[in-house]
């Protein structure tokens, strides 16, 4: 029996332990006819180009044969500034992005003024103008994970709507001059936020029925409002996030009927099993479990507002740019201690690296649900008692240095 009468599906199991041995999957591919095929198949499934690699003339072999970029299911490129000498490069990989429409991972790191590669190459006429690109995108079925360091503008946008099965969407961390939020200091941390915070930064609009299963986002804290009718569950931001933000994120319906339409509409070779029902989508919106993220707001004010906008967060980690070292009173700590509690699934707790504990509350009558009391980090530790004059030097080192130890200082505060 020959190789070539073999199913195709035991060739690809044969070979896939070699996925990402690409020299044995070259010579695979070269050494059989019968082979080629899967080969070809798995040496162009998982791709990360990039100059340090030396492998960058993939892209335009990808842009110029239709039928190995169709195979690609992982792809990431590192592409250094848009400079002249290498744009050629740039084109290209925007004629194999249109091609590679069933991948599942896409991560672009390359310049973040050359988010026109998204678009379509006869929108590149366009790139530069104000308006949103020309139609005609490809459409990204599968696609499920997409990293870049592109801002939200329109080829963005677009982009994002023809990928109706994304689930995680990591955006650039570069501030532009326009973007929300102070630089960081040490004001008082119970000072009054300014009476006219800045405005955040314009960006494209992505319309809420565009990536409806999107559970998982790290970028820029001002496009949460824009993203929270999805059914996010874990979010890492960026920036600045007030409570004027999520104002808009607890007052937002999300339009759950025209995200499912949309989705339906545009599924034609997905899973239809992962379309969700309406009712799915509206109770997912308020199952945000995981945030981090940083304020330069008084903390106590912005935990108040995320209770109301989250409260069904069960891990939060929240830095801040204000001095907590000089100012924790009773009342700070009695404050965020109650806030706290409104949220009964939080389980982990952190404030400017300073964690939090719980612990069971003794309930009055055994009817009534568990709560929990929360307990204050160790932010000035007990001083340890001055030692005898008669002790050793290396003893007085070691209770020196006690008081930085908060392991071995806790202050049991508990409201």
Same mark, same amino acid.
């Given at each position: 029996m020959g190789l070539a009468t073999l199913p195709v599906e035991l060739l690809d199991a044969v070979l896939a332990p070699l996925t990402y041995n690409h020299a044995a999957l070259s010579a695979v591919a070269l050494s059989c006819a019968a082979l080629n095929p899967s080969a070809t198949r798995l040496l162009y499934r998982h791709l990360s180009l990039s100059a340090y690699g030396r492998?960058?003339?993939?892209?335009?072999?990808?842009?110029?044969?239709?039928?190995?970029?169709?195979?690609?299911?992982?792809?990431?490129?590192?592409?250094?500034?848009?400079?002249?000498?290498?744009?050629?490069?740039?084109?290209?990989?925007?004629?194999?992005?249109?091609?590679?429409?069933?991948?599942?991972?896409?991560?672009l790191y390359v310049d973040a003024s050359a988010s026109w590669i998204l678009s379509p190459p006869q929108a590149e006429s366009g790139r530069k103008a104000s308006g949103p690109p020309s139609p005609g995108p490809a459409f990204y079925p599968r696609l499920e994970h997409l990293t870049c360091?592109?801002?939200?503008d329109a080829h963005l946008s677009s982009f994002l709507a023809q990928a109706p099965s994304l689930i995680s969407?990591?955006?650039?961390?570069?501030?532009s001059d326009d973007d929300a939020g102070s630089e960081p200091g040490h004001a008082d941390a119970d000072a009054p936020t300014p009476a006219h915070p800045k405005s955040p930064p314009r960006h494209? *609009?992505?319309?809420? !029925?565009?990536? #409806?299963? %999107?559970? &998982?986002?790290?970028?820029?804290a001002y496009l949460l409002p824009t993203l929270v009718s999805r059914p996010l569950k874990a979010v890492h931001l960026f920036g600045d996030l007030t409570p004027s933000l999520l104002a808009v994120c607890a007052a937002g319906a999300p339009f759950v009927d025209e995200a499912v339409d949309h989705l339906s509409d545009l599924s034609l070779d997905a899973d239809t099993d992962r379309i969700p029902s309406a009712g799915s989508l509206s109770a997912a919106g308020a199952e945000m479990q995981v945030m981090s993220a940083m304020t330069s707001v008084p903390?106590?004010?912005?935990?108040?507002?995320?209770?109301?906008?989250?409260?069904?967060?069960i891990c939060l980690r929240l830095m801040t740019t204000r001095?907590?070292?000089?100012?924790?009173?009773?009342?700070?700590?009695?404050?965020? *201690?109650?806030?706290? !509690?409104?949220? #009964?699934? %939080?389980? &982990?707790?952190?404030?400017?690296?300073?964690?939090?504990?719980?612990?069971?509350?003794?309930?009055?009558?055994?009817?009534?649900?568990?709560?929990?009391?929360?307990?204050?980090?160790?932010?000035s530790p007990r001083i340890a008692a001055e030692p005898e004059e008669e002790e050793e030097e290396e003893e007085d080192d070691?209770?020196?240095?006690?008081?930085?130890?908060?392991?071995?200082?806790?202050?049991?505060w508990s409201y």
């Open positions: 492998n960058l003339s993939l892209v335009h072999l990808l842009a110029a044969r239709p039928d190995l970029a169709k195979h690609v299911r992982t792809f990431s490129a590192h592409l250094d500034d848009a400079q002249p000498a290498i744009l050629p490069t740039y084109s290209a990989l925007q004629h194999a992005l249109r091609l590679m429409t069933n991948l599942n991972s896409l991560a360091n592109f801002p939200l969407l990591t955006l650039s961390s570069v501030h494209a *609009a992505i319309p809420p !029925s565009h990536i #409806p299963l %999107l559970e &998982a986002y790290t970028g820029p903390p106590a004010q912005l935990l108040e507002a995320l209770a109301v906008a989250f409260p069904n967060l001095a907590l070292w000089d100012l924790p009173d009773m009342a700070f700590y009695t404050r965020i *201690a109650a806030t706290l !509690s409104k949220m #009964p699934r %939080l389980s &982990a707790f952190e404030l400017a690296g300073m964690h939090w504990q719980s612990r069971p509350k003794q309930s009055s009558s055994p009817v009534e649900p568990e709560e929990k009391e929360w307990i204050s980090p160790p932010v070691e209770l020196e240095d006690r008081d930085y130890d908060f392991d071995g200082a806790f202050l049991d």
